[in-house]
């Protein structure tokens, strides 16, 4: 398979996983305007829950379709798929990153 290809599919499953953490970060920063603040055994199961969910979503992600590749015989596309991918999520987290350090201290809301 082509490089082409595989940074393609890569830049999809960072993508995807941007998306998702993206979206889990905004649900868990209004949290408490959304669903109040009670601190009860509903709200660890609610937190819990939402990680257990996440590590499954982002690891099928991230990790789903180089596994199924490399079981199926193709290893060397496995592999690169996955290293591809994590150079994706690397330049995705970096611009996060960068926008956050340009953005005024004044303007972050803790």
Sequence with gaps: MKNSKLAFYSFLNALGTIIYVSLVALVMSNG????????????AIAIL??????????GALVLGRPILWY????????????????????????????????????????
């Design 71 to 110: 079981l199926d015989g193709k290893k060397s596309e496995g592999i690169k798929l996955f290293l591809f991918t994590l150079a994706w999520l690397f330049v995705f987290t970096m611009v996060v990153f960068v926008i956050l350090a340009s953005v005024p201290k004044q303007m972050v809301v803790y």
């Design 32 to 43: 408490n305007r959304w669903f109040g603040t009670g601190n009860n055994i509903l709200g």
């Design 49 to 58: 829950s939402l990680l257990v969910l996440s590590a499954a979503i982002v």
